[in-house]
């Protein structure tokens, strides 16, 4: 599974958008980008993932460049919940394992 | 409803002893894995099964032995516990093997602390 690459750490003010950034510039045409969360103490959590078109569902969207090295998870109306540390990950399809990086902590800010 | 299920939630325990974590899924999923998270908090892939069977093996030592008696239980034996089996482990479940949207559901974790 190609490498992925995110800010240790970033800080958004609480009703705002917050975008969080994951450059994949090694991805192959059939790896995923999946984004998890890990609330504290808390097992982590699905978001959102895709392959080459942006997506969109209840909690975040997707937005992946043309050339799938990079992509960005935003979170619409940031609420302090969503204080959480984030992990992007590629994954290759029919690869059942998940390798998780360090992520970004994000910080919602009230 | 719970979907993943981890008991138990903490277990304090010494070193040498034997100690078994369970883990069961409400989900129908097929698969079901073991995470460990350590002190630093990097989570790392265990074992994975799938329909009872072992699929994913990584390099872990051969004290901890997993289990699954059915396809909605995976449960985690752990023999002659050390000082660095210390974390936290994570069960998790998915629909399937190879399926593009094999999101993995995580149970709440086991904290184990060995003295």
């Known amino acids: 599974d190609a490498k992925t690459t995110q800010p240790t750490s970033m800080d958004c003010a609480e009703g705002r958008a917050a975008n969080l950034p994951c450059n994949h510039s090694t991805i192959s045409g059939n790896e995923y980008v999946y984004w998890y969360r890990q609330i504290h103490s808390q097992g982590p959590q699905y978001i959102i993932h895709?392959?080459?078109n942006n997506e969109t569902n209840e909690m975040a969207s997707l937005i992946i460049t043309e050339d799938r090295k990079s992509s960005t998870l935003i979170l619409p109306h940031a609420t302090l919940r969503d204080t959480a540390v984030y992990y992007c990950?590629?994954?290759?399809?029919?690869?059942?394992?998940?390798?998780f990086g360090t992520g970004t902590r994000l910080t919602i800010i009230p | 409803d719970t979907a993943v299920s981890q008991t138990p939630k903490y277990l304090v325990t010494q070193m040498g002893n034997d100690k078994s974590i369970k883990c069961e899924q409400n989900?129908?999923?097929?698969?079901m894995y073991w995470y460990k998270q350590d002190s630093k908090k990097f989570l790392k892939i265990m074992f994975s099964y799938n329909n009872k069977e072992l699929i994913i093996n990584e390099t872990v030592p051969n004290r901890f032995s997993p289990k699954s008696p059915d396809k909605a239980h995976l449960n985690l034996h752990i023999n002659s516990l050390e000082l660095g089996d210390s974390a936290v482990y994570f069960c998790?479940?998915?629909?399937?093997?190879?399926?593009?949207?094999?999101?993995?559901?995580f149970g709440p974790g086991t904290r184990l602390t060995v003295t």
């Open positions: 989900l129908g999923h097929d698969t």
């Open positions: 990950i590629a994954v290759l399809f029919g690869n059942e394992k998940l390798t």
């Open positions: 895709g392959l080459k």
């Open positions: 998790a479940s998915s629909q399937g093997r190879g399926l593009a949207g094999y999101e993995q559901y």
